[in-house]
C-alpha cells in the first residue's frame, strides 16, 4: 500500500540522513567507532506536518496509519509501504519510525473543525547510498 498523496504535507517538510555508528569507549580514553552501514550508506528520514486539514483528509492520514502495508494490517510501524519524495519523485520503502499519531484539533471554520496531523516521520526499511 502506497503512502497517500493527498492531502498534501508542508511542503517544507524535514529529511534527514541518518547512519549506524558503533563508538565504544576505553578506559585509557581512547575510541574505537565501527561503521555497521557499507561506506557511505545511510537511512533517510523523511519528517511530514500537515495543517488545517479537513475532517475527511484527517482520516486518510488516519487510517494509512493504522492499515498501511501490504497486507493492509500495517498498525504503525508495523509493515513497509512505498512513499514518494515530491522533493526528488522518487519511491521509497519506509515504515513509520514509531507506533504514535499525533491528531489535534486545531480551529473552526464555521461548523467544521480542522486539524493538525504530524508530524509524521518516515524512514527507509535499507540503508541507501548518498546521492542515490
Given at each position: 500500500m502506497a503512502y497517500p498523496t493527498s492531502p498534501a504535507p508542508q511542503f517544507v517538510y524535514e529529511e534527514e540522513l541518518?547512519?549506524?555508528?558503533?563508538?565504544?569507549?576505553?578506559?585509557?580514553?581512547?575510541?574505537?567507532?565501527?561503521?555497521?552501514?557499507?561506506?557511505?550508506a545511510s537511512k533517510r528520514v523523511f519528517t511530514l506536518v500537515y495543517n488545517a486539514l479537513t475532517q475527511a483528509e484527517m482520516e486518510t492520514i488516519r487510517d494509512?496509519?493504522?492499515?498501511?502495508?501490504?497486507?493492509?494490517?500495517g498498525e504503525g510501524a508495523y509493515q513497509s509501504f512505498t512513499f514518494t519524495n515530491?522533493?526528488?519523485?522518487?519511491?521509497?520503502?519506509?515504515?513509520?519510525?514509531d507506533d504514535n499519531l499525533r491528531i489535534q484539533a486545531i480551529s473552526m471554520y464555521g461548523s467544521a473543525?480542522?486539524?493538525s496531523v504530524g508530524p509524521v516521520k518516515l524512514i527507509t526499511t535499507e540503508p541507501i547510498t548518498i546521492g542515490t
Open positions: 541518518a547512519f549506524r555508528t558503533i563508538i565504544t569507549d576505553y578506559e585509557s580514553g581512547k575510541e574505537q567507532r565501527q561503521r555497521l552501514w557499507s561506506n557511505g494509512h496509519f493504522r492499515d498501511s502495508g501490504d497486507t493492509g494490517e515530491r522533493a526528488d519523485s522518487a519511491g521509497y520503502t519506509v515504515r513509520y519510525m473543525i480542522r486539524y
